[in-house]
């Protein structure tokens, strides 16, 4: 180096300089990542979300022409939509080959045995899966397109075969051997129940049930036999898979029995249920055998269920669909979900959802009639028989469940009296009714939030006034990161605090909270006209600024005051018990974890968030400000109101909306210190369910890619969007506050 | 001249700083008591005997006092009670934990002060610490060593004892966990590689003869293992000690199910101190026992350190990065403005919603892809393609990113520019520079950075319960098994453990000393993170205030 041979040289090595870029390359790019990760964040969130708003789409798959397709009656397809099944009217069932390379391949023609001539076939409710013939005899024949799944060389084979689910035993449903016109059926391991309308115009109801000798271990079957009184002609007749349900359709007239028991059955209802000029084409059920649902020659379809009403529970006419107008509609409903589907006589389908009110398609599939309609047991496609042939059409209908309006709206669902906003997400059943309101959990949210607010606000702000502007340094210094600690503290623990310390606390001492509620304002006041009085050298021997040390002992003796009183309180004003004068006198329900306890545990979350922004902007009001106004006469506290709040309230704004923000998203606290219910209830002596807590509850348990997982993460996108907006605008007040003091 | 003094504003003054002393008092506070009971509960505390008699009759309890309690008597004569003996308005009881909870229906009791007619605290009154059904409070009647009754000085061979099965104990569970573990692990790879073997059609004869050959020698070594294991446990169960309870019954106690004996009314200060420290040792020490309800919070200590330390090691440098950007290299213009807000809203985006952007890119997008591409054998188990530690890491660390990113900065913007320009005068690189003068000079505000971060992270818990936190994990995240660090395990986590067993267990009532010590171990690692962070803040802001002038 010190060398004196060198020149000084003014060129730079290239390496250096390519390094310089390279860096400023680096460091750039990951700069941008930051905003890489944020938007990453907002698309991942949408990507997801977004398949719940997708419309429906129908798409013809394969197309299997028939030789005679006159001639079968029923249509099936199995359940990964490769083998489709066709019924004939004698009893024969085909299969074929609906997707793969051999399209079209007929594979398998089975005859089924049957012990008379048919005279009309059934089939049952979708998810049961069985299909049956009425013979001449009044016999009943129930058989099963079935399939064996092997695997030879590692490749899944299925093999069409017919079992019959009561051992090729045929029911005798009329002891007088008339040929059955018309039937349906239920079947389940306990009960076979037939409803058939016999050649001499009998309506029968039997019901079969298996019974095996203990000791022999012969099976037996035991029938019994009611015929159904109805009026006129018998058109559709209809049972529910638990056979507990009966409707007989006879005109526009529908004719309900209770059917649970044979030996009570009765007739519950009589409906006129055709809409106003027109007539009913067709009924069905829908998954879960709840509902009714009624096609009318004008195009309309209505949906009734039972409703507790003064006459006890009734079928009620709840919503009702536009079907296609001038045609013979059938009806088809799904597996397990709600959705069903109209086909007509001029080749139109129409894709419907009941709970969410959708019209999810229409359009026209074939040139003919539909014949014959299947929907495949996932849903997600459905075997067609028009135009003397056989279609496979793709349906892509993932969430019919989700719609704007069955997300914010008040919806009928099955059972309930009156429409309403319920979250009930999961169930035990496969075809239990989903009900995805975000209004109660949204609500929760709100009320969550508007009691921590109502908490922490004055606090917050109040210390953090004291704290910027009247504390002497010396304090603040500790002052300020002692709060600020405060949000540092996991909200685990203050959850777990606010739920097994607080809820039992204030439950037990409520006269105390409220007490302390009006006592502190007051006593604050007596304390500080009390130091008025004080002797002067003492009050100025003091150093200004530290009220607020002094006002600690006041503070811890008005809560203990407060403690020590409640009970006398709770007997002067509660007659001894408050639960019991909140339920009786203010008809209050109080749940031990309720909006109280919330609004304490997460206003002290949010405090710190409140004070420490507050705390900033009020300090960084520029002294010469607050300095002219003192000189200019004003006392402390008008240059406090007048001067200093003025100009800092923009960042005191931000402040506020920062922990509103904080507050909304919160998971912890609420999670723990609530009994987490959806319900829609102002009062503080309630809790609630939020978004997040919601969230943390459901989110493991729900299925990758239902419905369900998409409509939590519908809620996180929900949260996301609500604090980007109070931070984006807290952030920009902020920022233009910044400016304004820079620039005075 | 009220009218006066409320018109100076003066009360309003007096207000704002009632408020700072109620913010004041609530955390200090809040802090007092989450140490006083995490601490309280190691301490040794002594057992009681009680002579209650009441109308049902005379019978005695024998507990630890856990709590007292005045209430009305009308209450009590509304829950059924017979309260003809009481006169006062108000009645003091007492909660009593009374252990033995096999022979007796609820190991906590409420019992009335007017129906104790005697307290003693006898000092032959032992406390058992078992591995099941909680304590035990008896008094010590025989000790039976390998079948015989010892005659010569039993409670000091009670210890010894005690030790022994003890020590026995620990060796079979090393020996379960560390050498069987070891050969459970290696058959499961063993059967990963056969089947990645099959999926490339590569499973030659050759190979399934290798394959056999070491699933035949792990086999022998685990015959050896086993006997060893049933060995030591059968030596572990020769001794017993026979006790009477406070039903006057004699209780015969295995030993290798008792983990500690002491006689707290037989103890001086010096020989509790001696004991609460153990305690404390185990507690941090030792696995839980009883769904998480006793016994030790070791392997969420070692979850959250190990978690948080994956979290630091992913963060740091991108947080650098983009605060050296920012302050460095980013021009005034609306990029730079959109990254500000984009940094200010990560810190503001509710943790649960990382929580679910985690579960779905992380765990089932990244993961599920990793798991296809490179384990196809172990499908359908996923490997990857579950919550675990790794995305955890991940998830907190976008969650923290602007902790630090905060932190760095004001960091940079400490160090007056006349060392930057200094540097740029004599000839360096802008790189050059940050590299060998501005980065090195910030870096005890990075290092606050990274403290917060830490501090943050140790604290969440909400986005954990969806990308990786489990209440129970059979094995740690590292052990001897190769690769020895396995990022895909899902682990135990402090904050979690707190929410768990708070609130998720059985026994909430015997559970929550153990609830408060974790939260207290909790928030002590926080907030000595947190004043650490802080007073590096303060040290640089002296450092470089000198500097400028």
């Known amino acids: 180096m010190t060398s004196s041979a060198h020149k000084p040289s003014f060129t730079t090595d290239r390496s250096r300089l390519i390094k310089d870029r390279l860096a400023q390359f680096g460091i750039s790019a990951g700069g941008v990542m930051v905003l890489v990760a944020l938007l990453l964040i907002f698309f991942y969130l949408l990507y997801v979300v977004q398949p719940i708003f997708e419309s429906v789409r129908v798409e013809k798959r394969a197309e299997v022409e028939l030789t005679d397709a006159t001639k079968y009656v029923g249509i099936g397809v199995e359940e990964q939509t490769e083998v489709a099944y066709l019924l004939s009217k004698d009893g024969v069932v085909d299969f074929y080959q609906v997707s793969g390379n051999t399209v079209g391949q007929h594979l398998e023609q089975v005859q089924t045995?049957?012990?008379?001539?048919?005279?009309?076939?059934?089939?049952?409710?979708?998810?049961?899966?069985l299909y049956a013939y009425g013979l001449d005899n009044g016999q009943v024949q129930l058989v099963k397109p079935s399939f064996l799944v092997t695997f030879p060389n590692n490749k899944r084979l299925l093999t069409p075969t017919v079992r019959y689910p009561l051992d090729a035993q045929q029911l005798v449903v009329d002891e007088q051997s008339k040929a059955i016109a018309k039937f349906t059926f239920a079947h389940t391991d306990e009960k076979t129940s037939v409803v058939a309308l016999t050649a001499d115009k009998r309506v029968l109801f039997s019901a079969f049930f298996k019974e095996e000798n203990m000791f022999t271990g012969e099976v037996e079957w035991l029938s019994e036999r009611v015929e159904l009184e109805v009026d006129g002609r018998v058109d559709e007749l209809l049972i529910s898979p638990d056979s507990s349900r009966t409707f007989v359709r006879s005109a526009n007239q529908i004719y309900i029995f209770d059917t649970r028991d044979v030996t009570e059955i009765e007739q519950i209802q009589v409906l006129a249920a055709n809409e106003e000029n027109a007539n009913l084409t067709a009924m069905n059920l829908l998954a879960g055998a709840n509902s009714l649902m009624l096609a009318n020659d004008n195009g309309e379809v209505s949906q009734w269920f039972e409703v507790n009403t003064s006459e006890g529970r009734l079928f009620t006419k709840i919503r009702a669909f536009e079907g296609t107008k001038k045609s013979t509609m059938s009806l088809h409903s799904e597996y397990y979900r709600r959705s069903f589907f109209t086909t007509t006589n001029q080749g139109d389908l129409g894709v419907f959802y009941t709970t969410s009110e959708a019209t999810l398609w229409k359009g026209k599939i074939s040139e003919g009639a539909i014949a014959k309609f299947a929907i495949s047991p996932r849903a997600n496609a459905a075997v067609?028989?028009?135009?003397?042939?056989?279609?496979?059409?793709?349906?892509?209908?993932?969430?019919?469940?989700?719609?704007?309006?069955?997300?914010?709206?008040?919806?009928?669902?099955?059972?309930?009296?009156?429409?309403?906003?319920?979250?009930?997400?999961?169930?035990?059943?496969?075809?239990?009714?989903?009900?995805?309101?975000?209004?109660?959990?949204s609500f929760g949210t709100i009320k969550a939030a508007m009691y921590a607010m109502l908490f922490a606000v004055p606090i917050a702000l109040a210390a953090a006034i004291y704290t910027a502007y009247f504390m002497s340094s010396e304090l603040r210094r500790v002052v300020k990161p002692t709060v600020e600690i405060m949000e540092a503290l996991p909200t685990v623990i203050l959850g777990f605090l606010a739920g097994l310390w607080?809820?039992?606390?204030?439950?037990?001492?409520?006269?105390?909270?409220?007490?302390?509620?009006?006592?502190?304002?007051?006593?604050?006041?007596?304390?500080?006209l009390a130091w008025t009085k004080l002797p002067e050298n003492f009050r100025h021997s003091v150093p200004e600024g530290s009220h607020a040390i002094l006002l600690i002992p006041v503070v811890l003796f008005i809560g203990w005051i407060s403690f020590s009183m409640s009970e006398v309180l709770e007997l002067w004003f509660f007659d001894g018990n408050v639960r019991k004068y909140l339920t009786n006198e203010l008809g209050l329900t109080f749940d031990q974890r309720n909006s109280l306890v919330v609004g304490i545990a997460m206003g002290f979350a949010v405090i710190p968030t409140i004070f420490s922004i507050a705390e900033d902007a009020v300090f960084s009001v520029p002294k010469h400000l607050s300095n002219g106004?003192?000189?200019?006469?004003?006392?402390?506290?008008?240059?406090?109101?007048?001067?200093?709040?003025?100009?800092?309230?923009?960042?005191?704004?931000?402040?506020?909306?920062?922990?509103?923000?904080?507050?909304?998203?919160?998971?912890?606290?609420?999670?723990?210190?609530?009994?987490?219910?959806?319900?829609?209830?102002?009062?503080?002596?309630?809790?609630?369910?939020?978004?997040?807590?919601?969230?943390a509850v459901e989110m493991p348990e729900s299925e990758v890619g239902s419905s369900h997982y998409r409509i939590l993460f519908l809620a996180a996108f929900v949260l996301f969007l609500f604090t980007f907006i109070f931070n984006t605008v807290a952030e920009f007040v902020r920022q233009q506050l910044r400016e304004k003091y820079s620039s005075m | 001249m009220v009218r006066q003094w409320f018109k100076s504003g003066s009360p309003w003054i007096w207000m704002t700083g009632g408020a700072v002393s109620i913010s004041l008092i609530s955390v200090i506070g809040l802090l007092a008591m989450i140490a006083w009971r995490g601490l309280s509960f190691f301490w040794p505390s002594e057992v009681v005997q009680f002579e209650m008699e009441s109308a049902k009759g005379k019978h005695t309890v024998i507990g630890e006092i856990y709590d007292r309690e005045l209430v009305p008597t009308s209450r009590l004569k509304l829950a059924g009670l017979d309260t003809s003996n009481i006169q006062s308005e108000n009645v003091e009881r007492l909660l009593v934990k009374t252990g033995n909870r096999e022979y007796v229906d609820l190991d906590f009791r409420w019992i009335l002060e007017t129906d104790i007619k005697a307290a003693t605290k006898p000092e032959a009154l032992a406390v058992f610490e078992r591995t099941k059904n909680g304590n035990f409070y008896a008094y010590v009647e025989r000790v039976i060593e390998n079948g015989e009754s010892v005659t010569d000085q039993p409670i000091e061979r009670l210890y010894e004892l005690v030790d022994r099965a003890v020590d026995l104990n620990d060796e079979a569970l090393s020996l379960q966990n560390g050498e069987i573990g070891h050969i459970n692990y290696e058959l499961e790879r063993l059967r990963l590689k056969e089947r990645s073997y099959a999926l490339d059609n590569a499973l030659t004869d050759e190979r399934v003869a290798e394959l056999a050959a070491a699933r035949e020698a792990l086999r022998k070594n685990y015959e050896v293992y086993e006997a060893q294991l049933f060995e030591l446990r059968k030596a572990a169960k020769r001794d017993q000690v026979v006790v009477r309870d406070m039903r006057g019954e004699e209780v015969?106690?295995?030993?290798?199910?008792?983990?500690?004996?002491?006689?707290?009314?037989?103890?001086?200060?010096?020989?509790?101190?001696?004991?609460y420290l153990v305690q404390i040792g185990k507690f941090v020490g030792d696995d839980?026992?009883?769904?998480?309800?006793?016994?030790?919070?070791?392997?969420?200590?070692?979850?959250?350190?190990?978690?948080?330390?994956?979290?630091?090691?992913?963060v740091t440098p991108f947080g650098v990065v983009a605060a050296i950007y920012l302050h460095e290299y980013a021009a005034k213009n609306a990029v730079t403005k959109m990254i500000r807000i984009a940094v200010i809203n990560l810190a503001g985006v509710p943790s649960i919603v990382y929580g679910v952007f985690g579960l779905g890119f992380f765990v089932y997008m990244l993961g599920g892809s990793i798991d296809e591409l490179f384990y196809p054998e172990a499908s359908p188990s996923p490997v990857f393609g579950t919550p675990g530690v790794i995305w955890s890491a991940l998830t907190l660390a976008i969650l923290t990113l602007p902790v630090v990113i905060v932190s760095t900065e004001e960091g940079l913007s400490r160090i007056p520019s006349a060392v930057r320009h200094g540097s740029l005068a004599l000839g360096a690189t802008k790189a050059e520079t940050l590299w060998r003068i501005v980065v090195p000079m910030a870096s005890p505000a990075i290092m606050t950075g990274l403290i917060l971060a830490v501090a943050r992270a140790a604290g969440e818990v909400a986005p954990l319960m969806l990308v990786g936190v489990v209440k129970m994990a059979p094995t740690l995240p590292i052990d001897g098994n190769f690769p020895f660090v396995h990022l895909d395990r899902k682990f135990m986590h402090l904050g979690f453990h707190i929410y768990d067993v708070g609130f998720q267990s059985p026994n909430v009532e015997a559970a929550r000393p153990l609830v408060y010590a974790?939260?207290?171990?909790?928030?002590?690692?926080?907030?000595?993170?947190?004043?650490?962070?802080?007073?590096?803040?303060n040290h640089l802001r002296e450092k470089f205030r000198s500097l400028e002038h």
């Open chain 1, 502 to 528: 607080l809820a039992p606390l204030i439950e037990e001492h409520l006269p105390a909270i409220i007490a302390i509620l009006l006592l502190l304002p007051l006593g604050i006041l007596v304390a500080a």
């Open chain 1, 384 to 441: 067609v028989l028009a135009d003397d042939k056989l279609m496979l059409i793709d349906i892509h209908n993932e969430h019919p469940e989700v719609t704007w309006s069955a997300l914010w709206q008040e919806v009928w669902y099955e059972g309930y009296p009156e429409p309403d906003y319920v979250w009930q997400s999961t169930s035990a059943s496969d075809d239990f009714e989903s009900k995805f309101s975000l209004v109660p959990i």
């Open chain 2, 252 to 275: 015969t106690l295995p030993l290798y199910q008792v983990l500690d004996v002491w006689f707290p009314n037989d103890m001086n200060f010096f020989q509790k101190l001696g004991h």
């Open chain 2, 288 to 314: 839980p026992r009883e769904a998480n309800t006793e016994g030790g919070v070791f392997p969420a200590i070692f979850g959250t350190v190990f978690m948080v330390m994956l979290m630091a090691v992913i």
């Open chain 1, 629 to 695: 106004s003192l000189a200019l006469g004003a006392t402390q506290w008008q240059t406090l109101v007048r001067v200093v709040l003025l100009t800092a309230s923009p960042g005191i704004f931000s402040a506020v909306m920062m922990g509103l923000g904080r507050a909304v998203g919160e998971t912890m606290i609420v999670l723990m210190a609530t009994g987490n219910t959806p319900i829609m209830d102002w009062s503080i002596f309630q809790g609630m369910r939020t978004l997040a807590a919601n969230i």
């Open chain 2, 518 to 537: 974790t939260a207290f171990l909790l928030v002590a690692v926080i907030v000595a993170l947190n004043i650490t962070a802080i007073g590096i803040r």
């Open chain 1, 113 to 129: 045995t049957l012990d008379g001539q048919v005279t009309s076939f059934a089939q049952s409710a979708p998810h049961v899966g």
